[in-house]
């Protein structure tokens, strides 16, 4: 199986960025090589277009993702807290095994067209739990998106859930899923005992992998943390040995100047998610004292890395002038890296020989000259996901001219929209969550 992208401007890396005119071939699921291409089967035109390597979301929660437009009846949440107690926790409680599968669809369905091919998921169903993952995968699968998956363990629902949820790691450890990969989910530290942490840090030893969890996304999980333990959330994690190079820490919004410098020592990866930091009011996370490894997520709102990168950028530049758009196409560069990590594809997001081809053509015609150097201005202020007009994943064409490939959308989505009603009609019949963090004002 071959394939070759002629005629392009090919955007090779964005961090270094580099910017070739070259045609793309690939064969077996691989780029084969940047330059001259040979006569091969298949051959797609991509000449006035920019090829770049797909995005990858850090940090995504498909299992929200027919929680679009959700009405809202509870007294309105003031605080991070109760946005969980009253929203999210109401939401995943109400899933079945249908809304599972569907809201991964129709998650990955958007981000696909969004032109990301690579989601690090973070999954809660704690009432349709065994086989969720499995739900997740399959969906995500016959779309054709590479995925990095953890169910979220958490003691909010109880012990026996959070059992449960570390055996379906276990479970889904031993299934066969090309594109998909594994890792260790928790919640985060204000919901997890000391036994359960400990329990996760165990089997990601087990499964050989890391652990995927929120981190001092609200103050509420640092004052729980020093209520219950007299230590930071990061610290805590350190002890409890789930601090290390393939270890994924999602926001990182209230850690202090000593977390910092522990995550930036043990070389932890962290996702950032602007939008949704915004969204929720919960402040604006030290991104300049966290390293390099800061990558970008969507924390759920959409699978969009460009609109994501972009909020990203204008957020840090407001804090900091000497942000400069570059640093939004390092910050996803970062995401690939530690999806290639994740992955074991070390070159994922690079357009390479050798490296896996997901790929992402741009129907985008600009109007000043695009070069390595500008490249960062063009993503911030020209680029989007608008002008997605083929999506490439393991050499497999799953978005042709604006449309799925794989599956039939349509019908898809009408089945999302009846599926969203009577989740909606589930999840209002139940209460806020009782579940409290300690060291609460
Ligand atoms: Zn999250």
Redesign the pocket.
């Known amino acids: 199986m071959s394939l070759a992208l002629s005629g392009g401007t090919v955007v090779t890396s964005l961090d270094p960025p580099t910017v070739v005119t070259a045609d793309v071939e690939i064969r077996d699921g691989r780029i084969a090589s940047v330059g001259r291409t040979s006569p091969s089967d298949g051959r797609l035109d991509v000449s006035g277009c920019v090829v770049i390597p797909g995005n990858v979301c850090a940090?995504?929660?498909l299992y929200s993702a027919l929680a679009r437009g959700m009405p809202y009846r509870l007294e309105p949440p003031s605080n991070f807290v109760q946005v969980l107690r009253r929203v999210w926790w109401r939401l995943d409680r109400a899933l079945d095994d249908e809304a599972v599968f569907l809201s991964a669809w129709s998650g990955g369905a958007d981000a696909l067209l969004a032109g990301t091919t690579t989601i690090v998921d973070?999954h809660a169903s704690p009432n349709a739990l065994e086989g969720s993952l499995e739900q997740v995968a399959s969906a995500l699968e016959g779309l054709g998106v590479r995925s990095v998956l953890c169910y979220e363990v958490s003691d909010r629902d109880g012990p026996d859930r959070a059992a449960e949820g570390l055996e379906e790691h276990r479970r889904f450890a031993k299934a066969q899923h090309p594109l998909a990969s594994l890792m260790v989910g928790a919640h985060a530290s204000f919901t997890l005992s000391e036994e359960t942490l400990h329990a996760c840090v165990e089997l990601a030893e087990e499964l050989d992998t890391g652990i995927h969890v929120?981190v001092a996304?609200d103050a509420a999980d640092e004052r729980d943390a020093q209520a219950r333990f007299g230590r930071r959330v990061v610290e805590r994690l350190a002890d409890a040995g789930a601090l290390h190079d393939r270890t994924l820490l999602?926001?990182c919004v209230h850690v202090d100047e000593a977390e910092a410098g522990l995550i930036r020592a043990c070389g932890a990866w962290v996702?950032h998610?602007a939008r949704?930091n915004m969204n929720n009011r919960v402040g604006r996370a030290p991104v300049e004292r966290l390293g390099e490894r800061v990558a970008v997520?969507t924390?759920?709102i959409d699978g969009d890395l460009f609109a994501e990168s972009q909020a990203a950028y204008w957020r840090a530049r407001e804090a900091d002038p000497s942000v400069d758009p570059s640093w939004a196409l390092a910050r996803l560069a970062a995401s690939a890296r530690f999806a290639g990590a994740a992955t074991g594809e070390p070159l994922l997001g690079r357009i390479e020989p050798g490296a896996p081809a997901d790929l992402v053509v741009l129907d985008y015609d600009p109007p000043t000259p695009l070069q390595p150097e500008n490249l960062g201005g063009h993503w911030v202020f020209g680029m989007s996901a608008r002008q997605v007009r083929d999506v490439i994943v393991q050499g497999e064409v799953v978005v042709r001219d604006r449309r799925l490939t794989r599956v039939d959308a349509e019908e898809l989505r009408g089945r999302c929209r009846v599926a969203a009603e009577a989740l909606w009609r589930r999840l209002d019949a139940l209460p806020a969550h009782p579940f409290e963090p300690e060291g609460s004002p």
Do not use: F, K, P, Y
């Open positions: 940090h995504h929660h973070h929120h996304e999602a926001h996702a998610n949704s997520g924390d759920g």
